[in-house]
């Protein structure tokens, strides 16, 4: 039976490691801005971008 | 290749910068054609960083750039500089930025990639929901000025002002209730967890070991919940107490020391488990409540005063040397220079040019007036024409218009003058409660004494108010989103509670119940012939004074003459050739110089005058809103009204016909006038409603009950008030306000429901019975059951009413 108390501090921990990940979060401002970061992942790199933009332009010339 | 794309110009011209139509293609870059040489400056300036990018994101994220880049050299001021900054440590330095243009993902990409255009800037991150960036630079390499010509030469001009940082200080306490969430939500989880052998009632296969473990581990976890995650509520119900007043959280203070102690016994003894699981739940139950009652509006503020519409720097003179101050350091007999469409910020006395002083910002009047030299100007005017200077008479903070805000309704903290309702009712629950536990005692000490300890804690327990609790956060909160989405930003729930005990409603006029756009127009004088109208309309095409453009809107006929030797004088009026016959438009002095100057003329008026004979004028009459007349027919029955206004009493007659009969009708009043007659209603017992809009209604509005502030723009304009209502839903304010009332109706039924299960909790603690697994039961299925029928009734309730 002593199998269980192994297990349940096993998973307290794991847990706990769980809720400081969020309270990290937290602190770390995640939460402070929802929007942004949302649009930021989503700009090019400087250069591969200037070379595709560069492509669509040309198409659409042509 | 070219051919092609002026083809496509030509059919419309549209600017490729800020998309606006363009009359020519006068401005034109690498195929690119700009509405004006601002636009194509800023496309310049990033397209000689190898910034273009910024037109891919999005298709003309520009907005026109028609200001030139204004000299920022006083932000190096380091007085000044302490005061903006957010930190230093001499190499690097944080200052964030409030960027009111930012709209778009374009805007985000050009303002995170700043450190492009200067090494000096090392980095600089947007948040878009606020409109700020904050920006890391290194002073050594680039002057903080320099920094802020930047953001303004592409377009992303910063407001700046030295309000204090109040957002930060809510943003603080947000953070603190996630972590007491978490936290709650966490250790809820688990003790549900290690109590469900408790609540299967397989205790008789568990060995005695394992459950003490498990009530141990329980203990563990309630620690947190009982010193961290409900501290609030304890400094909450002792702050009440200290002031004599049994507020909603002193039951709940109760509730939780008993769960928690008598708990705490019963494991120690190793005489039960607990209710811990109770505990916690119903801790975390509350905070979420806490969480949906906190709805904010990141970029909404509610607590501005004039310090955030005046300029902090002005430019004075002295012996022909101009030079830039900060404006606290602006002192009496100042020489003050102010340009073009600058704001005055201070009573000063004209001494050199022509002031046209535009009061919109104060009063909500869009027509300019004329003052001339040696005549006072009250602060908050702007400038509209030539550059004048100015002899300051007051202090900044002394001026008519500043001084309201030394007024005690500003400095202390406002406070509501009705008790809320939950307030309200938990004192009488805490007696009753506290009655029932005393006559249990005494049955059971006379019975049986063995029972009395846990029959007295479960009955403290079983009382906690939890429902009673929920249902205001969360009926107000559901009403302060379904008010959001038709743009009534209302600041905290109390401000609901407030508007749902209104009995009087006062109204500014102008900018309030007038559209500021419109303006009713009456021609008296001789007809004019078409030829005529077509003549007027041509002249005052060429103005943007806010009269010419409400005279063309007026005017049927087809602009189509051409005009020579156009004139305008600002404060005065318009004079052209057409067809060689010279046409005057203004003020009556300046068609007919003889005429007697009468500046404090009632109605505005534009005379007209062609060949130096007068045919007649234009006379301008407030408009008021189209949805007034239905607003009123609303409410007049059920609230006694006022109108304040500070004009004169010219349009009397007109709101006479409007307003009905009852209603009490003041002019020509000063801002603390306002302030005094809400006073006053106050004294008299009235819930008093102001809806306003200038910085005139700031002490109004902050005095009375509730607030509300008219805005064209929500972003843009807002004295100190609790909700902030976009101009076009005005229609809508009764509504609003019977959905108010209709919240406190939700919040008093959900009372009853939780009453109820507080009286089954009852049934069994005063009989001693109440095991944990019934209290783990009956609490969180009360607060589900509040909070689903709170949710659900004010849903269903805003759908039937159009608010949804």
Not at chain 2, 17 to 24: F, I, K
Not at chain 2, 214 to 232: R, T
Not at chain 2, 747 to 773: D, H, K, R, T
Request: proline content about 4%; overall charge neutral; some cysteine.
């Amino acid at each position: 039976m002593m199998v269980i108390v192994v297990l349940i501090s096993a998973s307290l921990l794991v847990a706990i490691g769980f809720l400081a990940a969020f309270l990290w979060a937290v602190k770390s401002g995640q939460y402070d801005d929802k929007y942004t970061p949302a649009v930021r992942i989503l700009f090019d790199d400087k250069k591969k971008n200037n070379e595709t933009e560069k492509d669509i332009n040309s198409e659409e010339k042509k | 290749m070219p051919e092609e794309i002026s083809h496509i110009v030509d059919s419309k011209l549209i600017c490729y910068h800020c998309g606006e139509e363009c009359p020519d293609d006068t401005y034109k870059l690498n195929d690119n054609v700009f509405c004006c040489n601002g636009c194509k400056t800023v496309y310049e300036m990033l397209k000689s960083n190898d910034l273009c990018d910024y037109y891919a994101y999005e298709e003309t994220p520009g907005l026109k750039k028609s200001e030139p880049v204004r000299n920022y050299s006083y932000l190096d001021d380091p007085e000044l500089q302490e005061k903006l900054i957010d930190f230093t440590d001499g190499t690097i330095t944080t200052i964030t930025f409030f960027i009111p243009q930012m709209h778009c993902s374009s805007c985000i990409w050009i303002l995170e990639n700043l450190y492009k255009f200067n090494p000096g800037i090392i980095e600089s991150k947007a948040d878009f929901l606020k409109k700020k960036v904050s920006i890391k630079y290194a002073p050594d390499k680039i002057l903080l000025s320099k920094v802020v010509e930047l953001l303004d030469s592409i377009g992303y001009e910063p407001s700046l002002n030295l309000e204090a940082e109040e957002k930060e200080v809510s943003s603080d306490h947000t953070k603190k209730l996630y972590y007491k969430i978490g936290i709650a939500g966490f250790c809820f989880g688990n003790i549900m967890l290690l109590s469900f052998p408790e609540y299967l009632s397989i205790v008789d296969q568990v060995t005695d070991d394992i459950k003490q473990i498990f009530s141990f581990l329980n203990l563990l976890l309630a620690l947190p919940v009982f010193f961290y995650s409900s501290s609030e509520y304890f400094s909450s119900a002792y702050k009440g107490l200290k002031r004599k007043f049994i507020n909603i959280d002193v039951p709940i203070a109760i509730g939780i020391s008993i769960l928690f102690f008598r708990s705490l016994i019963e494991v120690i003894l190793q005489t039960g488990v607990g209710y811990f699981d109770s505990l916690a739940g119903l801790v975390f139950f509350l905070l979420i409540g806490r969480l949906f009652q906190n709805k904010t509006y990141d970029t909404l503020n509610f607590e501005r005063n004039y310090k955030s519409y005046f300029p902090i720097a002005v430019t004075i003179t002295k012996n022909s040397n101009e030079k830039t101050i900060p404006l606290d350091k602006l002192r009496v007999g100042q020489r003050l220079v102010i340009k073009n469409n600058e704001l005055i910020p201070t009573d000063s006395v004209l001494i050199k040019g022509t002031a046209n002083i535009d009061y919109s910002f104060v009063t909500g009047e869009a027509a300019p007036v004329e003052r001339k030299n040696g005549d006072l100007i009250y602060a908050g005017g702007k400038q509209i024409g030539g550059l004048i200077e100015l002899e300051t008479v007051k202090e900044v903070s002394q001026s008519y218009l500043t001084e309201l805000w030394n007024d005690k309704v500003f400095t202390d903290k406002k406070e509501s003058r009705t008790t809320s309702l939950a307030n309200m009712v938990s004192k009488y629950f805490t007696f009753i409660v506290l009655a029932i536990a005393a006559a249990t005692a005494v049955y059971w000490l006379l019975n049986d004494p063995a029972i009395t300890f846990n029959a007295v804690t479960a009955i403290l327990i079983i009382a906690c108010p939890c429902a009673l609790a929920l249902s205001t956060p969360f009926t107000l909160g559901n009403t302060m989103r379904i008010f959001g989405r038709n743009k009534f930003y209302v600041k905290n729930a109390a401000a609901v509670e407030n508007l749902a005990n209104i009995d009087t409603i006062i109204f500014d006029k102008t900018g309030t119940i007038t559209d500021a756009d419109k303006a009713e127009i009456k021609y008296e004088g001789e007809d004019l012939s078409d030829e005529q109208k077509s003549i007027i309309k041509s002249l005052v095409k060429n103005s943007s004074h806010p009269l010419s453009r409400k005279i063309f809107n007026f005017l049927e006929a087809i602009p189509d003459k051409s005009i020579t030797d156009f004139m305008e004088i600002p404060g005065k009026g318009l004079q052209a050739f057409i067809d060689d016959k010279l046409i005057k438009l203004g003020s009556e002095g300046f068609i007919n110089p003889d005429a007697p100057i009468n500046p404090t003329g009632i109605t505005t008026q534009v005379f007209v005058s062609i060949n130096g004979r007068v045919t007649g004028c234009f006379k301008f009459f407030n408009s008021y809103r189209k949805s007034l007349k239905q607003v009123l027919a609303n409410i007049s029955n059920k609230y006694s009204l006022s109108v304040l206004s500070g004009d004169n009493p010219s349009e009397k007659e007109r709101l006479k016909k409007i307003f009905p009969d009852r209603t009490e009708m003041k002019f020509n009043q000063s801002p603390h006038d306002k302030l005094n007659y809400i006073s006053t209603l106050q004294s008299k017992n009235k819930n008093t409603l102001m809806i306003g809009d200038g910085l005139n209604d700031a002490g109004a509005l902050a005095k009375s009950d509730v607030g509300i502030s008219i805005s064209e723009n929500v972003n843009n304009f807002s004295p100190a008030c609790d909700s902030i209502l976009d101009s076009n839903s005005f229609d809508m304010l009764p509504a609003f306000i019977s959905f108010a009332k209709l919240s406190k109706k939700i919040i008093i039924a959900s009372f009853i429901i939780s009453f109820l299960y507080n009286l089954v909790g009852l049934f069994f603690a005063v009989q001693g019975l109440l095991s944990p697994l019934i209290a783990a039961i009956l609490m969180p299925l009360s607060s589900i059951s509040v909070v689903v029928f709170t949710s659900f009734t004010t849903t269903a309730f805003a759908k039937m009413k159009g608010l949804l």
